[in-house]
């Protein structure tokens, strides 16, 4: 409230305030924030403090940005459902018995119940976009290096990706245009200029060519989340894009292989915890970095070769290396939130990443646009995936297809009967 003070004071004085002046941004809880607890979602980080604060903070308080708060996460980043043991289960706005999605299922429900403007999270194999489909929002995870994560407690270095939330794509790209940045200091960062990602939203797809996976790839889909996924089509072809279904054969493998190297990783900077002190990681999150801790050298320098190789292969779609598509298409997920009671962590991991893993391991830009809602009222999310760099396009063709569809309109009301 303080900071919000200073910021009226300055615009009342007609002082510059910045292109995020006042705005109320949240931050999942592996964001370093000076000061303030940084927990990480788990029990050995519970006090732990920062000395100085994340690139990306840095960044969105000099843009004049008002940090309102940290937000729960499944534990470590690991795990898509955001029932902490630690910290408790975060709730879901549309229907507070089912998962937000993870792992930065806090900021996706703080934007969806109006607690903020934006908020940031972290995508490695899905962390912003499945909990933005799950809670009807918009998350962006942008380009492998676009975004610099100095400062952000890692999950996996090769596969961990920043990016924005919001309710609407303007908001996400206007935060994009504030964190994204060439980070000498970071070495995954990109030394690729930042553009200007909310001047074009407005100019349309009319003539674009739009890649849709078949469905066969896609494996076993809700039925209302794959009826809403091709209303979303159908919109963009109205806008008057060309739309043509291709195969994708290695969507699956790109997903699993995803899996290995996160948990591989993950195991390997938790593994004097894992040693020390294996009761303090919750059960699904310590299954998974034991399951991470026994693949071998040659089962992780396997996966980083075909890594090399899906990232040549998916980059091939796109007009900008000669390919056919300007934006792929697919959902988000192929099932809508989940109950939080009974559910295994562990098993949900490999379903709600298996669409959205494959961006990961091949880092290109991907965005998630809520384009409808279940039968029983649960949100659902349109993917929509670019070239590398191509962040501009991305989000021009989602906000087109924001503007025309009322598909991904409305929020959650706090109904009495499912606040009970």
């Not at 708060?69 to 507070?96: I, Q, S, Y």
């Not at 996400?172 to 690729?192: E, F, T, Y």
């Not at 056919?324 to 989940?338: C, E, K, M, Q, W």
């Not at 021009?396 to 924001?402: F, G, L, P, Q, S």
Request: some cysteine; proline content about 7%; overall charge negative.
């Amino acid at each position: 409230m303080r900071a919000a003070a200073e910021i009226d004071d300055s615009i009342r004085r007609g002082d510059s305030v910045g292109p995020l002046g006042g705005v109320p941004i949240a931050l999942k809880d592996l964001f370093d924030t000076a000061g303030v607890r940084t927990t990480a979602g788990s029990k050995f980080f519970a006090d732990r403090v920062p000395e100085r604060d994340a690139v990306v903070v840095d960044r969105l308080r000099r843009a004049g940005a008002v940090i309102v708060g940290k937000t729960n996460m499944h534990e470590w980043a690991l795990g898509v459902t955001n029932d902490n043991p630690h910290f408790g289960a975060c709730r879901n706005p549309w229907a507070p018995e089912h998962i937000t999605g993870g792992s930065s299922g806090g900021s996706a429900a703080a934007v969806a119940a109006g607690m903020c403007v934006g908020a940031l999270g972290s995508d490695t194999g899905g962390s912003i976009r499945i909990p933005a489909a799950l809670c009807g929002v918009v998350g962006l995870k942008p380009t492998y290096g676009r975004v610099s994560v100095r400062g952000v407690v890692p999950l996996s270095w090769s596969l961990d990706h920043v990016g924005p939330m919001g309710r609407r794509v303007i908001d996400v790209a206007a935060i994009l245009g504030v964190i994204a940045a060439h980070d000498a200091a970071d070495p995954g960062s990109a030394p690729v200029p930042p553009g200007d990602y909310v001047s074009d939203l407005d100019v349309g797809i009319s003539g674009w060519q739009v890649g849709v996976i078949a469905e066969e790839w896609l494996g076993d889909v809700h039925a209302d989340v794959g009826a809403a996924a091709r209303a979303a089509v159908d919109v963009l072809r109205s806008l008057g894009a060309h739309v043509e279904s291709f195969d994708v054969p290695e969507l699956g493998e790109a997903a699993q292989l995803n899996g290995l190297m996160t948990t591989a990783d993950a195991a390997t900077f938790h593994r004097e915890r894992m040693e020390r002190a294996p009761d303090d990681f919750g059960a699904d999150v310590l299954a998974r970095l034991r399951r991470g801790a026994a693949y071998g050298a040659t089962d992780y320098a396997l996966a980083r070769r075909r890594q090399a190789e899906l990232r040549r292969c998916f980059a091939s779609w796109f007009v900008e290396v000669g390919g056919r598509f300007d934006v792929v298409a697919l959902p988000t997920t192929p099932i809508p939130a989940p109950k939080i009671a009974g559910l295994d962590a562990v098993a949900a991991a490999p379903v709600l990443t298996r669409f959205t893993a494959p961006f990961n391991l091949t880092g290109l830009p991907a965005i998630s646009v809520p384009c409808g809602t279940t039968a029983d009222g649960l949100p659902s999310g349109f993917q929509l995936v670019a070239a590398p760099w191509a962040e501009r396009r991305l989000l021009r063709a989602a906000h087109a297809y924001e503007h025309a569809s009322t598909a991904g309109t409305g929020w959650p009301i706090a109904e009495p009967a499912r606040r009970a």
